[in-house]
Each structure stands twice: as structure tokens, then as C-alpha cells.
């Protein structure tokens, strides 16, 4: 069985950097010293994309499920037993905790890629990406965390306070 060989112009983990993709989810504040940089430059941007559309499916996913929860809630089957309302409930809490590390796993890797696209970008003489902080609230990845730890919290609400309609 013969190894696999890495892409044409890829550099291999001896050579410290591994494949583009690799050096990428890993930034290296430099240039390649091997490869092309311009192709290694649309590869990191390619992942961008990947990355921001992976997020936003799984916001969708998430407002989704969330609101499949609260509509089974609100049927007279659940609001009947307290032990089907508390099981969703705590269901609705773990899928959100499970949505919001994923959107946290996403958002650190979409800023490896970028730190890359930066470095490669002044290699290259390109204008570099924004850099803003991750926690800004009016930045796509603050919003979306954010928004992900308010319906995480709302959950957690729902599990301690019991609201009675019309009460």
C-alpha cells in the first residue's frame, strides 16, 4: 500500500506547515516558503465561504428546532403533563448549548482562515480582510454567538419558571 502524496506544491507536516487547508485552520503569521501563495490565498477564501455558510444553516437549524419545540409546547398533549413540558424544555436547553459550542467551533476557525487570508493577503499585496473583535455584538460572528447564548438562556428560564396561561 503506497502513501498518498500531498497536492502539487502543498508543503507536508515535516516541512512545519502541512497542506494549505492545514495551514490554514493553523494561521502562520508569514508567507509559504513553498507553493504557490495566490492559490493557497483562494483556497482560504473558498473556506471562508464554507465556513460562513456552514453558520448560517446552523442558525437556521437552530430558530427552527427551537421553534418546533415551542409549537409542540403549546399543544394541549404536552401543557397536560408536566413531565413532557420539562423533557422538551431541557431538550430545547441542550440542543441550543449544542448549537451555540458549534457556532463558537465555526466562528474560531472562520478567524484562522481570515488571520491566513491576512497574512497571505500583504504577501500578496492584497487589501486585507476587517479584523474586528469576535465579541462585538455588530459583527456577524458576535450576533450570531449572541443570539445563540440568548436562546440558551431563554431555556434555562423556561426551566425554572412554570407560567400559567391566563394567570
Known sequence: MSAARPPEGAR????????????????VQHAPAHGDPAEEYKCVC???R???TLRFYQLALLLGTTGSIITALSSNAVRTS???AEFLKTGGFVVTLAFLVMEFRATSYWHGLRDRGNAL???????PFPTPSRWHP???SGAGFYLHAFV???WLASLFLRLQPGA
Open 82 to 84: 408536566f413531565a413532557r
Open 152 to 154: 440558551a438562556a431563554l
Open 50 to 52: 464554507l465556513y460562513a
Open 12 to 27: 507536508t507536516a515535516a516541512e512545519g506547515e502541512g497542506t494549505p487547508v492545514i495551514a490554514a485552520l493553523h494561521p
Open 46 to 48: 473558498d473556506f471562508m
Open 138 to 140: 455588530l459583527t456577524t
Open 121 to 127: 493577503a500583504r504577501h500578496l499585496g492584497f487589501q
